[in-house]
């Protein structure tokens, strides 16, 4: 990560808030900053399962984009 300093409690409720609006990345709280959270670290705050759902949920909402590319006319 960038090395901003956060306290648990707000970084874990604005990673919570990134992954309900289903952000295609988690990041860092600072405004502006932008820096992606690791696997690792997102693991750590939101737990295992929560973060392997995600995955699931990001891989079928990108291959239903995909899906939907291919059936536009040209």
Do not use: F, I, Y
């Not at 990041?27 to 939101?46: D, F, I, N, W």
């Not at 990001?58 to 984009?65: I, S």
């Amino acid at each position: 990560m960038c090395g901003h300093l956060s306290c648990e409690a707000c970084l874990l409720s604005w990673v919570r808030g990134q992954h309900a609006e289903c952000k295609d990345s988690l990041t860092c709280v600072m405004p502006g900053c932008g820096a992606e959270l690791s696997g690792t670290e997102q693991e750590a705050l939101l737990g295992a399962e929560v973060c392997a759902e995600r995955e699931r949920l990001l891989l079928r909402l990108g291959l239903a984009m995909v899906s939907r590319r291919r059936r536009l006319p040209n």
